[in-house]
């Protein structure tokens, strides 16, 4: 049986992209292969905000233990190996079992699930055929991907969605094409990342090939938008045709507010969707949210 290394599991309410406002369980898988240390700092500067945590880390039992961070990725706790200890690593049957704990009526009904990180396409992509095929996920009908878009679909995982989770029942448990979801947050410049790592434009092309894909760019000055519609158009230019959202950078309250507004209005400038966060106004980013 599959086994994956989970650093949250929990249900609330998607906050951003395609499914806003959908009761969602997010299943958070631990690794990344990025560190995107520049959310919020200025030009070139990267955040240390997670070191002194770090060095306190036998404080800290549970994820809801540690605190926020308002510069750099805000799960940080997903990705930094100085905290794997506080993500087990879980057979899919005892996912599936806890998914159904924490469902309100014990199975899925409309709910969707939300498989993020980190960065849930590395290694892990081995395991979801074998959790997404378990009996307590056979009424699960639409699934989001929340990746960075650099790691390409393997030929396993590929095969599977083609078989299994596309034409295997769609009329009946209507699945199908538009029910799987890639929501790719590319990074731009300000995340710290380069850019040559960042942005993989036959990749997230290829997710388009399986399921409803868009790009999300986080952004907080008139730069970063810029940057994210020259980036947009990189991805066109090579054949992508989904849709662009601009979202706020905002992993505390105080910045988010600082930023929505600004970040709306040079959406529509742009001619570009916006994306929320509803999870910081309406639960303050807190882990398990
Ligand atoms: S890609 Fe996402 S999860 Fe990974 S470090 Fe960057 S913001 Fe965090």
């Known amino acids: 049986m599959s086994k994956l290394k989970i650093a949250e599991l929990f249900y609330s309410i998607q906050g951003e992209g395609r499914y806003m406002g959908v009761p969602s369980v997010f299943l958070r898988t631990f690794g990344c292969n990025f560190k995107c240390a520049g959310f919020g700092m200025p030009k070139g500067e990267l955040s240390n905000e997670v070191e002194p945590i770090a060095q306190r880390i036998s404080e800290f039992k549970s994820y809801e233990e540690l605190p926020l961070v308002s510069t750099g990725c805000d799960s940080y706790a997903s990705w930094d190996p100085r905290f794997k200890d506080l993500s087990p690593m879980l057979t899919s049957d005892a996912i599936a079992e806890r998914i159904c704990e ?112 868009y790009l999300k760019f986080v952004v907080a000055t008139e730069d970063d938008a810029e940057e994210a519609i020259e980036t947009a158009d990189i991805y066109r230019a090579n054949g992508f045709t989904g849709p662009v959202y601009l979202m706020p950078v905002g992993g505390i309250e105080s910045v988010y507010t600082l930023n929505n507004r600004r970040v709306a209005e040079l959406a529509m400038k742009a001619g570009l969707r916006y994306s929320d966060r509803l999870q910081v106004p309406l639960f303050k980013n807190e882990w398990g949210t």
Not at 113 to 140: C, F, N
């Open 102 to 213: 924490i469902l309100p009526f014990g199975e899925w009904r409309d709910e969707h699930l939300v498989i993020t990180g980190g960065e849930p396409l590395l290694g892990w992509q081995r395991a979801y055929p074998d959790l997404l095929d378990h009996p307590k996920m056979k009424s699960l009908k639409e699934i989001t991907f929340e990746t960075n878009g650099t790691q390409a679909l393997t030929n396993d995982f590929k095969s599977w969605i083609h078989r299994e989770w596309h034409h295997a029942g769609d009329i009946n448990l209507g699945r199908g094409h538009n029910s799987l979801t890639f929501s790719v947050s590319a990074k731009l410049s300000c995340s710290g990342e380069s850019r040559e790592e960042a942005i993989k434009p036959d990749v997230v092309c290829e997710y388009e090939d399986y399921g409803y894909t």
